[in-house]
């Protein structure tokens, strides 16, 4: 029932252009009953009190729909959305969404096609018959009537992309690859920089094995960092969104250094992006210098708790002061000049219990 549904609310300020004769209360019933429309009243009362308040337009469009009933499969409570019933072209439009048959399981989501700026933009028609040639609907229904995507700049090329872009790594994983690309060409961030163009290229080109659905945490991905307020301003954006995708086995802890706002402004940043990727087989190393850079915090935050506690391992054998001045030894090294540092001390092992029994005689040799 929708009692409280904005479908059946005037809109504030309305006033009943024409009176509302009783033969058409009667054929607006039946017709409201044709559809199945009826029971989505909470009373009689509410439905007698929603037709005096239609206008003329509203009446004639309402009794002038012929759709055929058995080809409505989205909520036919769209029917008489107010937005759309004060529309000139109102039986075209319904046809126009009759027509989409690539939306099994996503027709709720049919509600976005009538946000009021979508639905007055120009960009309606042409939407909707570009969105039927995606494999299905589902994102493109997501965003398309979001604000910022119908007035991107890029809104054309970027919904094309979207309905013809497929998952080229060959792990069938296509839902990543148009997650990715709607999320960004929704983004305002985004639409607003320079690099939005080249940003989906590049989701495209390294595809699913680079991209993380849109609520994943710890965030680690290149479809993240595209929409990211900070790596966004970076003049090291485009260079990061490579290196992420080429290093997503330490992706979570470059992440939080490339979006951390105080590090990109460091004279250092590039060194600690260097001596990460060139330790990425040694995670715990990795996390000490996501560490140096960010934080314990951050950098906790940043490491996947449910496979490995890099922070825990580490403290419970080492000074981890000490080992971060080696750190910072190592970041702010003279060209030419050979520091000791602490990598081969966390080097990784198979066997956790073998990683301990290095990590403890390392201990004396590195740190004592």
């Known amino acids: 029932m929708f009692g409280s549904n904005t479908f059946f ?7 009943n252009e024409n009176a509302v004769s009783n033969l058409h209360i009667e054929e607006i019933i039946k ?36 759709i055929d009933p058995a080809n409505i499969k989205f909520d036919a409570a769209l029917l008489i959305n107010r937005d759309l019933l004060n529309t000139t072209d109102y039986n075209q439009r319904i046809e126009a969404l009759v ?27 042409p939407d909707i018959e570009t969105m039927k040639r995606a494999e299905s609907a589902q994102m493109p229904l997501w965003i398309i009537g979001d604000p910022n995507f119908i007035n ?12 013809t872009s497929k998952d080229t790594s060959g792990k069938d994983c296509d839902f990543l690859v148009w997650d990715a690309i709607a999320t960004v060409a929704r983004n305002p961030d985004s639409i607003r920089s ?22 994943s945490y710890p965030k680690s991905r290149i479809n993240n960092l595209a929409i990211h307020p900070i790596s966004l301003k970076d003049k090291y954006h485009l260079e990061n969104m490579e290196i992420l995708a080429n290093h997503i086995e ?5 992440f939080a250094v490339m979006t951390n706002a105080e590090v990109i402004e460091r004279k250092d940043y590039r060194n600690i992006i260097r001596e990460m990727m060139e330790n990425k087989n040694n995670i715990s190393y990795v996390f000490l210098v996501c560490y140096y850079a960010v934080g314990e915090k951050n950098a906790v935050d940043a490491q996947n708790m449910c496979l490995h506690n890099y922070f825990y391992e580490i403290t419970n054998h080492y000074n981890i002061d000490e080992l971060i001045q080696k750190v910072d030894e190592k970041m702010n090294v003279v060209e030419g000049e050979c520091k000791e540092i602490v990598s081969n001390t966390l080097e990784d092992n198979n066997s956790i219990k073998q990683k301990k029994m290095f990590l403890k005689k390392q201990k004396k040799k590195h740190i004592n």
């Open 31 to 66: 017709k409201l009953a044709q559809y199945n429309i009826i029971d989505t009243f909470l009373s009689k009362e509410e439905i007698q009190q929603w037709i005096a308040e239609l206008n003329a337009l509203e009446i004639k469009n309402i009794l002038g729909l012929n």
């Open 152 to 163: 991107s700049p890029y809104h054309d090329e970027d919904f094309q992309l979207l309905v």
């Open 99 to 125: 027509s989409i048959e690539n939306a099994d399981g996503w027709y709720h989501l049919f509600e976005n096609l009538l946000a009021p700026e979508f639905l007055h933009s120009d960009k309606f028609y």
């Open 250 to 254: 330490i992706g979570n802890f470059l």
């Open 9 to 15: 609310h005037n809109k504030k300020g309305r006033k």
């Open 194 to 215: 320079p690099y939005h163009k080249q940003d989906l290229q590049t989701i495209i080109k390294y595809s699913a094995p680079s991209l993380q659905g849109s609520h």
